[in-house]
């Protein structure tokens, strides 16, 4: 009986875990703190720092099932999802990792002994082919004469790709940075199928697929193309789970494995579909694993980067249940499915289901609107068509702009007997794709970044001051022995009290002292197990070895901490208030204030608001002990602690306890108790992408100042009043009907002078080629009363064009009415803006009424004795 997908997961993450790898959980699919990623597209991402040399950790093997998602930028695999036999947006990458442990030999011992071994998966070792670097001898001698394959499955492949190092076998991270020769493995599955072997003509057919790629990291690539040995080799593998779980479950297509089939089951059953073949099936299987994790990952739907291209993936999946005949909102019903099959990967994605669900369901909905308006707007450009072909620019910007797709677009124009320039559509969309390639096309000079090998010990969480000695120096990136007064530099310190920004809260600052030395710390940041103190030198000299005292702002700190504190109790509160579902999305912890991102499908109500706050501070109140303990990370899951999916944690976490109400990690500095926030407020709650709200709110002295500011403003707008702030309310309600009576009365007197004025224009009426012209610039007036003189003067005349004009705060107003009995012959609009061009506007308008608007004041009077012409040249 073949293994379901999640056995074999858990078999390779077993298999790894007895050859002594520590098995490190999924990181996020939204990469943490690497700018030149879109999204988590490969195993080796949350290592990436680690093998820069930026980073440690206290394992030296690892070994993991990572999500990943290609669907933006360089790794797009979106138009050929569900269409071919092994493309996905979303996939699990299957690897292990060696970070200056092991090399060549074990990793490919390891990688054989697991696929081929009977205790594992237990693949037949004659369909098994392996290719390597083309001078990869090493690599090439390990497989043929300690593993025993027969030298005619071992394929060199060399650079294939037009350049040096540019090969299908040649791994690089960048230009620069870490690089070297894979070795990658293939399996037959048999001559039923047509292909040939990699490196072959034939090599793209669906027989030899690779199934794994082992990266030997050897080398540092140098800007100049240089290749430097790197002092601690390391090994990057990855296997898809897909890919692999095909080949156990003997089926040749990734669709067919048993967690698509489940999937692709629940589709057809919502859709109503009976053709289990269909592609779009396939289409809204994959789909729906990406859209789910990454909004469970913190992406919202939108129009820009990230969010843009789920929202793509959304509605690429909405139109093809359409196409199946889905009428209603399906996508969001197969969160729970998705769940199901995905086993132990989706634990939480199972703890966000609620929001995950609501997100969709609004997307699905927002989409249905959207189609109905791309209709309509389609409707009017296929109303203005000369020929029986649209424009290939008109179907794009219908698709780009409002999610209308062009295959609909294609339909429409079909029924109606027309065409769709395709062409002009993919030249349109291959300029997008360029310009989304340009956008995602980072680069980063890896060898340019700080590398500190020291760890500092950070001793602030019991002191606000510590001797200590500088182990680093760094000046504009580049390390140094000594720095000298009135020098911006990086400081790094064997111990420190300084709180180096993470986990939202930023920065500790302060000062380095010792005798006749003093330098400004202005922020606190972390490079790796390093603690880095920039600032400025403001006296002295500096020395790497020298002792210093480092003292921390201690105001600033203690605000910090209050702030801290108060976030883990308005998290706490807002679950109680609002329920469960609320998880945090971002958070900021500064010594002025603290904000609070948080998924909630809607805006808080007011009472809602004011009952978080009453909760929080009813906590304060208490004078709760706020206690923190360090502990493993399982076993802190264990007793219930809240921990920030997509946070990178160490083995050995800090919990931290607030009475029975918050039990949360966090390496931030806190109160010792709830009392010493003293006060909190909520300053504002907002929305920042759909299904993401933001609580602003302050703390101690910042929240007594705000209340003061309001009270003072109260006082104020009482005594512009004449009142008091006891019955503010009453008095204000009372100026305002004052108002809006006094406003009335003045519209009436400025309708009955526009009255008067339009009786006294009639008799400038005169009459050009059998018509009635009035052509009039007016002194104050305000330009919105030219519409209602305008239609007095229609009433009056009965048959006119009329031409007014007014100048008010440097600009010009224009208007132009035809009655309707000469609107087939004269347009309002194309005079309105023939007089628009002459004074520097332009406008527009229906064709018995148009407005503009101008900047030339001077051009006014020449073009309004230009109407007559003008007229004369219409009749």
Same mark, same amino acid.
């Given at each position: 009986?073949?293994? !379901?997908?999640?056995?074999?997961?858990?078999?390779?993450?077993?298999?790894?875990?007895?050859?002594?790898?520590?098995?490190?959980?999924?990181?996020?699919?939204?990469?943490?703190?690497?700018? %030149?990623?879109?999204?988590?597209?490969?195993?080796?991402?949350?290592?990436?720092?680690?093998?820069?040399?930026?980073?440690?950790?206290?394992?030296?093997?690892?070994?993991?099932?990572?999500?990943?998602?290609?669907?933006?930028?360089?790794?797009?695999?979106?138009?050929?999802?569900?269409?071919?036999?092994?493309?996905?947006?979303?996939?699990?990458?299957?690897?292990?990792?060696?970070?200056?442990?092991?090399?060549?030999?074990?990793?490919?011992?390891?990688?054989?002994?697991?696929?081929?071994?009977?205790?594992?998966?237990?693949?037949?070792?004659?369909?098994?082919?392996?290719?390597?670097?083309?001078?990869?001898?090493?690599?090439?001698?390990?497989?043929?004469?300690?593993?025993?394959?027969?030298?005619?499955?071992?394929?060199?492949?060399?650079?294939?790709?037009?350049?040096?190092?540019?090969?299908?076998?040649?791994?690089?991270?960048?230009?620069?940075?870490?690089?070297?020769?894979?070795?990658?493995?293939?399996?037959?599955?048999?001559?039923?199928?047509?292909?040939?072997?990699?490196?072959?003509?034939?090599?793209?057919?669906?027989?030899?697929?690779?199934?794994?790629?082992?990266?030997?990291?050897?080398?540092?690539?140098?800007?100049?193309?240089?290749?430097?040995?790197?002092?601690?080799?390391?090994?990057?593998?990855? =296997?898809?789970?897909?890919?692999?779980?095909?080949?156990?479950?003997?089926?040749?297509?990734?669709?067919?494995?048993?967690?698509?089939?489940?999937?692709?089951?629940?589709?057809?059953?919502?859709?109503?579909?009976?053709?289990?073949?269909?592609?779009?099936?396939?289409?809204?299987?994959?789909?729906?694993?990406?859209?789910?994790?990454?909004?469970?990952?913190?992406?919202?739907?939108?129009?820009?980067?990230?969010?843009?291209?789920?929202?793509?993936?959304?509605?690429?999946?909405?139109?093809?249940?359409?196409?199946?005949?889905?009428?209603?909102?399906?996508?969001?019903?197969?969160?729970?499915?998705?769940? &199901?099959?995905?086993?132990?990967?989706?634990?939480?994605?199972?703890?966000?289901?609620?929001?995950?669900?609501?997100?969709?369901?609004?997307?699905?909905?927002?989409?249905?609107? $959207?189609?109905?308006?791309?209709?309509?707007?389609?409707?009017?450009?296929?109303?203005?068509?000369?020929?029986?072909?649209?424009?290939?620019?008109?179907?794009?910007?219908?698709?780009?702009?409002?999610?209308?797709?062009?295959?609909?677009?294609?339909?429409?124009?079909?029924?109606?007997?027309?065409?769709?320039?395709?062409?002009?559509?993919?030249?349109?969309?291959?300029?997008?794709?360029?310009?989304?390639?340009?956008?995602?096309?980072?680069?980063?000079?890896?060898?340019?970044?700080?590398?500190?090998?020291?760890?500092?010990?950070?001793?602030?969480?019991?002191?606000?001051?510590?001797?200590?000695?500088?182990?680093?120096?760094?000046?504009?990136?580049?390390?140094?022995?000594?720095?000298?007064?009135?020098?911006?530099?990086?400081?790094?310190?064997?111990?420190?009290?300084?709180?180096?920004?993470?986990?939202?809260?930023?920065?500790?600052?302060?000062?380095?002292?010792?005798?006749?030395?003093?330098?400004?710390?202005?922020?606190?940041?972390?490079?790796?197990?390093?603690?880095?103190?920039?600032?400025?030198?403001?006296?002295?000299?500096?020395?790497?070895?020298?002792?210093?005292?480092?003292?921390?702002?201690?105001?600033?700190?203690?605000?910090?901490?209050?702030?801290?504190?108060?976030?883990?109790?308005?998290?706490?509160?807002?679950?109680?208030?609002?329920?469960?579902?609320?998880?945090?999305?971002?958070?900021?912890?500064?010594?002025?204030?603290?904000?609070?991102?948080?998924?909630?499908? &809607?805006?808080?109500?007011?009472?809602?608001?004011?009952?978080?706050?009453?909760?929080?501070?009813?906590?304060?109140?208490?004078?709760?002990?706020?206690?923190?303990?360090?502990?493993?990370?399982?076993?802190?899951?264990?007793?219930?602690?809240?921990?920030?999916?997509?946070?990178?944690?160490?083995?050995?976490?800090?919990?931290? $306890?607030?009475?029975?109400?918050?039990?949360?990690?966090?390496?931030?500095?806190?109160?010792?108790?709830?009392?010493?926030?003293?006060?909190?407020?909520?300053? !504002?709650?907002?929305?920042?992408?759909?299904?993401?709200?933001?609580? &602003?709110?302050?703390?101690?002295?910042?929240?007594?100042?705000?209340?003061?500011?309001?009270?003072?403003?109260?006082?104020?707008?009482?005594?512009?009043?004449?009142?008091?702030?006891?019955?503010?309310?009453?008095?204000?309600?009372?100026?305002?009907?004052?108002?809006? !009576?006094? &406003?009335?009365?003045?519209?009436?007197?400025?309708?009955?002078?526009?009255?008067?004025?339009?009786?006294?224009?009639?008799?400038?009426?005169?009459?050009?080629?059998?018509? !009635?012209?009035?052509?009039?610039?007016?002194?104050?007036?305000?330009?919105?009363?030219?519409?209602? =003189?305008?239609?007095?003067?229609?009433?009056?005349?009965?048959?006119? *064009?009329?031409?007014?004009?007014? *100048?008010?705060? +440097?600009?010009?107003?224009?208007?132009?009415?035809?009655?309707?009995?000469?609107?087939?012959?004269?347009? @309002?609009?194309?005079?309105?803006?023939?007089?628009?061009?002459?004074? +520097?506007?332009?406008?527009?308008?229906?064709?018995?009424?148009?407005?503009?608007?101008?900047?030339?004041?001077?051009?006014?009077?020449?073009?309004?004795?230009?109407?007559? @012409?003008?007229? %004369?040249?219409?009749?």
């Amino acid at each position: 009986m073949s293994k !379901s997908t999640a056995e074999i997961r858990q078999a390779f993450l077993d298999f790894f875990h007895s050859k002594g790898h520590q098995i490190v959980a999924s990181s996020s699919l939204i990469p943490n703190n690497d700018p %030149t990623l879109l999204f988590t597209n490969a195993g080796m991402n949350q290592f990436k720092d680690v093998f820069l040399g930026l980073d440690t950790r206290n394992y030296l093997r690892a070994a993991t099932s990572q999500r990943c998602v290609r669907a933006g930028g360089k790794h797009n695999d979106l138009e050929n999802v569900g269409y071919t036999a092994r493309h996905h947006t979303f996939f699990e990458m299957l690897g292990n990792f060696s970070f200056g442990d092991y090399f060549k030999q074990e990793a490919i011992s390891y990688a054989w002994e697991l696929l081929t071994s009977e205790n594992w998966f237990n693949l037949p070792k004659e369909r098994l082919w392996v290719t390597v670097y083309q001078t990869d001898d090493e690599a090439f001698d390990i497989w043929h004469h300690q593993i025993g394959v027969p030298a005619e499955r071992i394929i060199r492949i060399g650079d294939n790709k037009g350049a040096p190092f540019a090969s299908d076998n040649f791994w690089q991270m960048g230009d620069t940075g870490p690089c070297g020769p894979c070795t990658e493995i293939f399996y037959d599955h048999g001559d039923h199928l047509w292909g040939g072997p990699p490196g072959s003509p034939e090599e793209d057919g669906d027989r030899y697929i690779e199934i794994w790629n082992v990266v030997f990291m050897q080398f540092n690539r140098q800007a100049d193309g240089s290749m430097l040995p790197l002092p601690k080799p390391s090994v990057d593998t990855g =296997m898809g789970l897909e890919r692999i779980a095909a080949v156990l479950q003997h089926v040749n297509a990734n669709y067919d494995i048993d967690l698509f089939r489940t999937l692709i089951a629940a589709i057809a059953s919502l859709t109503g579909s009976s053709d289990v073949n269909n592609k779009s099936l396939r289409v809204i299987a994959d789909h729906i694993r990406s859209c789910a994790f990454l909004i469970a990952d913190g992406v919202i739907p939108s129009n820009e980067n990230r969010g843009y291209v789920l929202r793509r993936i959304i509605r690429r999946a909405i139109r093809h249940g359409n196409m199946l005949g889905a009428k209603e909102p399906f996508f969001y019903k197969l969160v729970a499915p998705l769940i &199901e099959v995905m086993g132990s990967a989706a634990d939480e994605l199972k703890r966000q289901q609620v929001q995950v669900e609501q997100v969709l369901k609004g997307e699905e909905e927002q989409f249905a609107r $959207t189609l109905e308006r791309g209709l309509a707007l389609l409707d009017d450009e296929l109303a203005k068509l000369s020929g029986d072909t649209l424009a290939g620019e008109v179907a794009f910007r219908l698709y780009d702009t409002y999610g209308f797709p062009v295959d609909l677009t294609a339909d429409v124009c079909r029924e109606r007997g027309l065409k769709v320039d395709e062409q002009g559509f993919e030249h349109a969309m291959e300029a997008q794709r360029n310009r989304a390639r340009q956008a995602s096309g980072f680069a980063a000079d890896y060898n340019s970044m700080i590398r500190v090998d020291c760890d500092s010990k950070f001793s602030g969480y019991d002191h606000q001051q510590q001797r200590t000695n500088v182990l680093a120096l760094f000046r504009n990136g580049q390390p140094v022995e000594q720095i000298n007064a009135g020098e911006d530099a990086l400081v790094v310190l064997a111990e420190t009290p300084f709180y180096a920004e993470s986990g939202g809260q930023i920065g500790d600052q302060g000062v380095l002292k010792a005798a006749g030395i003093e330098f400004s710390v202005h922020d606190t940041q972390k490079y790796a197990q390093a603690i880095g103190h920039q600032g400025q030198l403001s006296q002295g000299c500096l020395k790497l070895g020298d002792s210093v005292e480092a003292v921390i702002d201690i105001e600033r700190r203690e605000r910090i901490r209050r702030n801290h504190s108060a976030t883990h109790l308005l998290h706490a509160a807002l679950r109680q208030i609002l329920g469960p579902h609320v998880v945090q999305k971002g958070s900021l912890v500064s010594d002025q204030y603290l904000r609070f991102d948080f998924a909630h499908p &809607e805006a808080m109500k007011a009472e809602q608001i004011r009952a978080v706050e009453l909760l929080v501070n009813q906590q304060i109140r208490h004078n709760l002990v706020i206690e923190t303990d360090m502990m493993t990370l399982d076993a802190a899951k264990q007793k219930g602690a809240m921990a920030l999916f997509g946070e990178k944690y160490d083995e050995q976490v800090r919990v931290l $306890t607030i009475g029975q109400f918050s039990l949360e990690l966090c390496g931030g500095t806190h109160a010792q108790r709830t009392g010493d926030i003293g006060l909190f407020r909520i300053q !504002s709650e907002s929305g920042t992408a759909a299904g993401i709200r933001r609580i &602003e709110a302050v703390t101690g002295e910042a929240a007594i100042t705000s209340l003061h500011w309001q009270n003072d403003l109260l006082h104020n707008i009482a005594s512009l009043l004449k009142s008091d702030s006891n019955n503010l309310g009453d008095k204000l309600r009372a100026v305002l009907e004052h108002t809006r !009576s006094l &406003e009335k009365e003045l519209q009436q007197l400025k309708d009955q002078q526009a009255a008067q004025t339009s009786a006294a224009l009639t008799n400038k009426t005169q009459i050009v080629a059998g018509v !009635s012209l009035l052509v009039s610039q007016l002194d104050n007036v305000e330009p919105k009363m030219l519409r209602t =003189m305008v239609d007095d003067l229609k009433n009056q005349l009965g048959s006119a *064009v009329i031409v007014l004009a007014t *100048v008010s705060e +440097g600009k010009v107003s224009l208007i132009v009415g035809v009655t309707k009995d000469l609107t087939n012959r004269i347009k @309002a609009g194309d005079l309105v803006s023939d007089l628009a061009q002459q004074v +520097g506007g332009k406008g527009g308008g229906r064709p018995d009424m148009a407005m503009a608007g101008g900047m030339d004041v001077s051009a006014l009077p020449a073009a309004l004795s230009s109407v007559e @012409a003008w007229l %004369t040249s219409r009749l």
